[in-house]
């Protein structure tokens, strides 16, 4: 079975769906391999077809949210960015919308930390290459600066996300350009 088999594609759809919604309503380490499978309607040994363990199936979505929004970031030229942050704040709001529940489980629930910080990892690795390829910035400094972005993009999502009522998404996207643009003018000229 190769990944474009549509049986593959299938079951690991399945899985993923019911990691999703068991993620929703159990602690990380209350998800069984036996309430996964029950959950997307196929048995133990064909989870281990695809996976060797709950965290493999996690790795696999943090991969994923890690490519959506490595994709987000390479829309946009990193000294349009600076000049109108907003731009893809409002990408990352929307797929953030899409998918808030779980987005907001494993990158803020503190069992799914290691998921978070792998994604934050990845993300600052692209957004420093990104400002690399736009500034004659030395690696540590686009490090340090994308490390700033990412880090002050989630925290604040995450502030914003759990206040009463509709997500203020003007004035999360206030409070990021702010500190942001405030932070890095001192490293990017």
Not at 90 to 105: M, P, W, Y
Not at 132 to 146: G, M, N
Request: proline letters at 2%; glycine letters at 4%.
């Amino acid at each position: 079975m190769t990944s474009t088999d549509k049986r593959v594609i299938r079951t690991r759809e399945a899985l993923g769906r019911a990691f999703e919604e068991l993620a929703l309503d159990h602690d990380y380490r209350d998800i069984t391999i036996t309430k996964l499978t029950k959950a997307a309607g196929i048995n133990r040994k064909t989870f281990y077809l695809h996976y060797n363990s709950i965290d493999d199936l996690v790795d696999t979505f943090a991969d994923v949210v890690t490519d959506q929004l490595t994709t987000i970031i390479h829309h946009h030229a990193i000294r349009d960015v600076l000049a109108h942050p907003g731009s893809l704040l409002d990408e990352f709001i929307v797929f953030s919308t899409k998918h808030s529940a779980i987005f907001n489980k494993v990158l803020f629930a503190d069992d799914y930390s290691a998921f978070a910080r792998r994604i934050e990892r990845s993300l600052t690795t692209v957004l420093a290459q990104a400002i690399q390829a736009s500034y004659t910035v030395k690696r540590p400094d686009a490090f340090i600066v994308a490390r700033f972005m990412i880090h002050n993009a989630l925290s604040l999502y995450g502030y914003f996300a759990e206040q009463p009522g509709p997500f203020d998404r003007d004035a999360y996207k206030s409070y990021v350009s702010r500190l942001n643009l405030s932070g890095i003018r001192s490293f990017l000229t």
